[in-house]
């Protein structure tokens, strides 16, 4: 609670407590060594407010390193950029990237390229031994979103339809050979194409990292007590039997005790239990309250995410973390936004329109690089000063921004129309993370049901077509829907609640 003038008067050591706590962040500390990737448009300008605002008044960021992944900056250097970006973070091991624009036909006209440029995800991935991409829901304390408790996903970071090749060709025999560094090559398929026009398409599916993966996945599973669920389509794809194969066999051997222990496989019969893709589309609709976490293949992690980003409000709500693993162990992590560089309000800044931004991703992008940072700094032998000193910033930033949302300051998309500007969020907050960290305040925020999605810039549902489907399922046209046309309605979209196989402890359908 704040605290006046004359009580800290009248009780001396409450004083003296408080000049202590100010005078620990009136001078700076060494922010942890981290890579630095900026990129552009909207999303390059508020993190350049947000560094300048919340980071510099606390930390000298000397030890960053900073690489420019701009289009132009990418075309000038020939990627040299990128290559150089992907050493350092393979070197430091905590990374942080602004989204980054990778340009259609249009853009490479308009930003005068000399050339089409690739995603920079794939040399990264491959140049940081790429695991998986962690991608989990972002929570507001004290405000509802779309998921009541945490959700949390692994998407392995390699293989699938992403790095597939590929011909458009004609009627023929088809071939697949594989060739051994030893030994005679072997067919792995062979088929006739009796159509004039087809295309060809080969990818494969790593699996060495997997048990990387899945120790990553129980573990982050186990530290925040949610429910692990697999996710393939094995039962018509059988490669993937191997993904799973791999995860139930790292599950039994380390992990499912301590999970029986927590309670956490009470609704899975007390084993990890594995979802059919098209199941785990509906349970994601379904499971509102959270509490779950998946691992998939690279496309349905893919799929899924975006699912979970939509339930959970949009994107701008997700993490998205690329952890991969140096050859002498030690974890490589990088943290970006998992949205995009938000082009429509950079065309809005441009035209000198005001915007309103909010940049809960990529705060939540920093905070996680930082914090990996400051931990393989310890790990190293640093202070454990400074470590402290980066966890207490980071949990008091991260604390700052949600109760100035909570106060009704926040950005349009949560706090409506009179909602702050992207300037002004970020000045509120460094206003009140100064009080909390330099005066020493604390406060009670309010708490805030779920904030209209008419809010957010994207909405745009066709008013006239949900009102023709209610009266779908009004039957009797009373102007309100009763427990059995709900049940109707829940039936036909697919996202009915099942019942529950009592002999197994599992749901029916999945």
Same mark, same amino acid.
């Given at each position: 609670?704040?605290?006046?003038?004359?009580?800290?008067?009248?009780?001396?050591?409450?004083?003296?407590?408080?000049?202590?706590?100010?005078?620990?962040?009136?001078?700076?500390?060494?922010?942890?060594?981290?890579?630095?990737?900026?990129?552009? /448009?909207?999303?390059?300008?508020?993190? *350049?407010?947000?560094?300048?605002?919340?980071?510099?008044?606390?930390?000298?960021?000397?030890?960053?390193?900073?690489?420019? $992944?701009?289009?132009?900056?990418?075309?000038?250097?020939?990627?040299?950029?990128?290559?150089?970006?992907?050493? +350092?973070?393979?070197?430091?091991?905590?990374?942080?990237?602004? #989204?980054?624009?990778?340009?259609?036909?249009?853009?490479?006209?308009?930003?005068?390229?000399?050339?089409?440029?690739?995603?920079?995800?794939?040399?990264?991935?491959?140049?940081?031994?790429?695991?998986?991409?962690?991608?989990?829901?972002?929570?507001?304390?004290?405000? %509802?979103?779309? =998921?009541?408790?945490?959700?949390?996903?692994?998407?392995?970071?390699?293989?699938?339809?992403?790095?597939?090749?590929?011909?458009?060709?004609?009627?023929?025999?088809?071939?697949?050979?594989?060739? #051994?560094?030893?030994?005679?090559?072997?067919?792995?398929?062979?088929?006739?194409?009796?159509?004039?026009?087809?295309?060809?398409?080969?990818?494969?599916?790593?699996?060495?990292?997997?048990?990387?993966?899945?120790?990553?996945?129980?573990?982050?599973?186990?530290?925040?007590?949610?429910?692990?669920?697999?996710?393939?389509?094995?039962?018509? =794809?059988?490669?993937?039997?191997?993904?799973?194969?791999?995860?139930?066999?790292?599950?039994?051997?380390?992990?499912?005790? *301590?999970?029986?222990?927590?309670?956490?496989?009470?609704?899975?019969?007390?084993? $990890?239990?594995?979802?059919?893709?098209?199941?785990?589309?509906?349970?994601?609709?379904?499971?509102?309250?959270?509490?779950?976490?998946?691992?998939?293949?690279?496309?349905?992690?893919?799929? $899924?995410?975006?699912?979970?980003?939509?339930?959970?409000?949009?994107?701008? =709500?997700?993490?998205?973390?690329?952890?991969?693993?140096?050859?002498?162990?030690?974890?490589?992590?990088?943290? /970006?936004?998992?949205?995009?560089?938000?082009?429509?309000?950079?065309?809005?800044?441009?035209?000198?329109? /005001?915007?309103? $931004?909010?940049?809960?991703?990529?705060? %939540?992008?920093?905070?996680?690089?930082?914090?990996?940072?400051?931990?393989?700094?310890?790990?190293?032998?640093?202070?454990?000063?400074?470590? %402290?000193?980066?966890?207490?910033?980071?949990?008091?930033?991260?604390?700052?921004?949600?109760?100035?949302?909570?106060?009704?300051?926040?950005?349009?998309?949560?706090?409506?129309?009179?909602?702050?500007?992207?300037?002004?969020?970020?000045?509120?907050? +460094?206003? &009140?993370? %100064? &009080?909390?960290?330099?005066?020493?305040?604390?406060?009670?925020?309010?708490?805030?049901?779920?904030?209209?999605?008419?809010?957010?810039?994207?909405?745009?549902?066709?008013?006239?077509?949900?009102?023709?489907? =209610?009266?779908?399922?009004?039957?009797?046209?009373?102007?309100?829907?009763?427990?059995?046309?709900?049940?109707?309605?829940?039936?036909?979209?697919?996202?009915?609640?099942?019942?529950?196989?009592?002999?197994?402890?599992?749901?029916?359908?999945?």
């Amino acid at each position: 609670k704040m605290l006046s003038q004359r009580t800290l008067k009248a009780f001396p050591s409450l004083s003296r407590t408080f000049a202590a706590v100010g005078s620990r962040w009136s001078k700076k500390s060494l922010a942890p060594s981290m890579v630095y990737i900026s990129g552009e /448009e909207m999303t390059n300008y508020a993190s *350049k407010l947000i560094v300048e605002s919340w980071i510099e008044p606390y930390f000298d960021t000397g030890k960053w390193e900073e690489f420019d $992944l701009s289009c132009v900056n990418r075309d000038k250097t020939d990627d040299q950029v990128l290559h150089d970006a992907v050493s +350092a973070g393979s070197k430091i091991g905590a990374i942080f990237k602004e #989204p980054t624009i990778t340009p259609t036909k249009e853009q490479v006209e308009e930003f005068g390229l000399s050339r089409p440029l690739g995603s920079p995800n794939g040399a990264m991935r491959k140049g940081w031994n790429g695991i998986t991409i962690s991608r989990d829901t972002i929570h507001i304390e004290g405000v %509802e979103l779309g =998921f009541k408790q945490p959700v949390l996903f692994e998407r392995h970071a390699v293989g699938g339809e992403y790095g597939a090749g590929w011909k458009t060709v004609g009627r023929g025999k088809l071939l697949t050979t594989f060739h #051994p560094e030893k030994g005679d090559p072997l067919l792995v398929d062979s088929r006739d194409l009796d159509n004039d026009h087809n295309v060809a398409v080969v990818y494969h599916n790593p699996l060495d990292n997997v048990t990387d993966l899945a120790h990553h996945f129980f573990q982050r599973c186990l530290e925040q007590e949610v429910v692990p669920y697999v996710v393939t389509k094995k039962t018509v =794809f059988k490669w993937q039997e191997g993904f799973w194969e791999i995860h139930k066999s790292v599950f039994d051997e380390h992990y499912k005790e *301590k999970f029986a222990s927590k309670g956490l496989l009470s609704k899975t019969g007390g084993e $990890l239990q594995h979802l059919i893709s098209d199941a785990a589309t509906m349970q994601i609709i379904r499971w509102t309250g959270g509490n779950f976490g998946m691992s998939a293949h690279n496309y349905d992690g893919d799929m $899924l995410t975006d699912e979970v980003a939509q339930v959970h409000r949009s994107p701008g =709500f997700i993490t998205s973390n690329l952890i991969g693993k140096r050859d002498d162990g030690v974890m490589i992590k990088e943290f /970006e936004a998992s949205h995009g560089t938000v082009t429509d309000l950079w065309h809005a800044h441009l035209r000198g329109e /005001e915007t309103s $931004l909010n940049p809960l991703g990529l705060v %939540e992008a920093m905070i996680g690089a930082m914090q990996h940072g400051a931990k393989l700094e310890l790990e190293a032998g640093g202070p454990e000063e400074n470590y %402290e000193k980066v966890m207490t910033w980071t949990t008091t930033l991260r604390k700052a921004m949600h109760n100035t949302f909570r106060y009704g300051q926040g950005t349009r998309d949560l706090s409506g129309p009179d909602g702050f500007t992207t300037e002004d969020f970020v000045k509120k907050v +460094a206003w &009140r993370l %100064e &009080r909390y960290l330099i005066q020493g305040e604390d406060e009670t925020a309010p708490e805030l049901s779920e904030p209209d999605r008419a809010f957010r810039r994207n909405h745009k549902v066709d008013e006239d077509a949900v009102q023709e489907m =209610f009266a779908s399922y009004d039957t009797d046209g009373n102007g309100s829907i009763d427990i059995d046309e709900f049940t109707n309605l829940l039936v036909k979209l697919g996202v009915a609640p099942q019942t529950v196989d009592r002999e197994k402890g599992k749901k029916a359908d999945v």
